[in-house]
T-cell receptor, first 110, second 113 residues
């Protein structure tokens, strides 16, 4: 079945450093979404990408959807302690249900 | 966040007992979902609903059933709880009609002893 893989599983950075997480699907995706889950919290929707090669920015966060619509990335510039949490990508393939990656947990030390 | 609540927020139960978790949304969203979250597994879909009385199985549906009698309510039932069902359960909803972003409830932490 369809799988969505995310790397790395964990990442620790010093405050001010950049961070990138990558998402790869075994099949072509109609769209991809990113969510953030703070420790002890619930996933919160960040953004949705639908077009091949699409790039979207939210302040220090840059999201990209690959040309083949099988991979995506989230890049955070100059991390802050408020960026701590787990970042999930989720894609829709042939069906309508989202398939979530296992997430990348980011920790930031000041 | 959308108005999604879950009850109970925490529950401890014994192996073999039935358990029902409730999800309530006030957004009139068409789609509702139940996920479980376990360390190392991320979010896994249990069941979802695409309308009142319309449900379908997800990736990990064995041992679970669902019901949706009203747009705003989606129930998840563990017919006979097992220790492997100890997990955090999240409910989510989405508007549908081409809008797929999901809004999650606060979660229910279930422990089966």
């Amino acid at each position: 079945g369809q799988q969505v893989m995310q790397i790395p599983q964990y990442q620790h950075v010093q405050e001010g450093e950049d961070f990138t997480t990558y998402c790869n699907s075994s099949t072509t995706l109609s769209n991809i979404q990113w969510y953030k889950q703070r420790p002890g919290g619930h996933p919160v929707f960040l953004i949705q990408l639908v077009k091949s090669g699409e790039v979207k920015k939210q302040k220090r966060l840059t999201f990209q959807f690959g040309e083949a619509k099988k991979n995506s990335s989230l890049h955070i510039t100059a991390t802050q302690t408020t960026d701590v949490g787990t970042y999930f990508c989720a894609g829709i393939g042939a069906g309508t249900a989202l398939i979530f990656g296992k997430g990348t947990t980011l920790s930031v030390s000041s | 966040d959308a108005g999604i609540t879950q009850s109970p927020r925490h529950k401890v139960t014994e192996t073999g007992t039935p358990v029902t978790l409730r999800c309530h949304q006030t957004e009139n969203h068409r789609y509702m979902y139940w996920y479980r979250q376990d360390p190392g597994h991320g979010l896994r879909l249990i069941h979802y609903s695409y309308g009142v009385k319309d449900t379908d199985k997800g990736e990990v549906s064995d041992g679970y059933s669902v019901s949706r009698s009203k747009t705003e309510d989606f129930l998840l039932t563990l017919e006979s709880a097992t220790s492997s069902q100890t997990s955090v359960y999240f409910c989510a909803s989405s508007r549908g009609g081409g809008s797929y972003e999901q809004y999650f409830g606060p979660g229910t932490r279930l422990t089966v002893t």
